[in-house]
């Protein structure tokens, strides 16, 4: 049986939906949007109400070129907001920090999503789930030369050696994620979006609780959605790109989608709820 059937069989739900809630000035898509935590919490809360299943609070921008961020400021913008919509909903932090894993899972996350894949140990520590994502280099210089033998056999088995390190640790809900955009040219999304099934197979043979794509509004769509040669569409012509990806993504054995636009999201993962 193909893995996406045996998801649906085994849970007879929809695949997640994550929505993204960046509390900073520069991300490159709602950068400077929810600065303030009121206005964080609102659009936390509207994502609940459209569907979202998980909130993913970042108090830093990972996008290429971004710079990193003092720990205290970070720390500032995540905290309140967690603690505000962890009674509410399932809240995870984006962070590149122990210490800001740390503090985020005292005041209620219960996932660390960790786009650097190291910080296990904090998840473990805590009893909380943790995303291991690719990256090849880091955010400020990713984008440079990215550079690959294997892409496809080369991140995968980067994601699921680090997810048995992190079972082994005691992590009991680890989910693996191929980084899309993160050190990729858009041949190597391309290519890690059309073998996503065999990451699936492989997440489940390793007992993780599956594969997390986040690919919403992101450049390489960009790219596919202008003429050949123009420069990539921007940022609020990439929706229709980002719907379809999350979809493909769906289809393809994926188990939680990470996305700016939740409502149109989840009506695409309703297609796979049991009948109404
Ligand atoms: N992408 C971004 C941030 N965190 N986490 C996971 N697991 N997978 C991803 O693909 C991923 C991620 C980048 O998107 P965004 O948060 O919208 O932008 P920025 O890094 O500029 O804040």
Known sequence: MAYADAVRDARMERPLVMGVLNVTPDSFYDGGR????????????????????IVDVGGESTRPG????????????????????????????????????????????????????????????????WVAMHMQGSPPTMQAAPHYADVVAEVFAFVVERARVALAAGVEEVWVDPGIGFGKTTDHNLSLLRHLPELADMAVAAGCAGVLVGASRKRFLGVLAAPPGAEPAGVEDRFEGSLATAALAMVAGVSMVRVHDVAATVQAARLYGPAA
């Open 34 to 53: 929810y600065l303030s935590t009121s206005d964080a919490v609102a659009h936390g809360m509207a994502m609940v109400a459209q569907g979202a299943d």
């Open 66 to 129: 971004a710079a990193p961020v003092d720990e205290g400021a970070e720390l500032e913008r995540v905290l309140p907001v967690v603690a505000a919509l962890s009674p509410r909903v399932r809240v995870s932090v984006d962070t590149l920090k122990p210490a800001v894993a740390e503090a985020a899972l005292a005041a209620g996350a219960t996932l660390v999503n960790d786009v650097s894949a190291s910080l296990w140990e904090v998840a473990a520590a805590a009893r909380a789930g």
